[in-house]
């Protein structure tokens, strides 16, 4: 075995041990120092599609959905 295997192994264990909160955390620390910099244009559009969506949510022109509803269609058998 590769010594940054093995490194990556070892490290996968102690994360492992995390509380949950943490890995998660910790996950997000690691997606990040692996992506580019942020498009700014990707940025602003995704701000503006946020405000979009908010704005059609406040006036009452969208349904919202239960997350137990969510959650059952998402987990519902196969056809």
């Known amino acids: 075995m590769s010594t940054t295997k093995h490194a990556v192994e070892e490290l ?4 492992s041990a995390l509380a949950p909160n943490d890995r998660a ?3 997000g620390l690691l997606l990040e120092s ?9 940025e602003d559009a995704w701000a503006a ?8 949510y406040r006036a009452g022109h969208v349904r919202t959905i239960e997350w ?11 056809r």
């Open 25 to 27: 955390e910790l996950a």
């Open 34 to 42: 692996i992506e580019d910099e942020p498009d700014e244009d990707v």
């Open 12 to 15: 996968y264990e102690r994360a």
């Open 68 to 78: 137990s509803e969510v959650r059952a269609y998402l987990h519902r058998p196969s």
């Open 49 to 56: 599609e946020i405000e979009r969506r908010m704005a059609d």
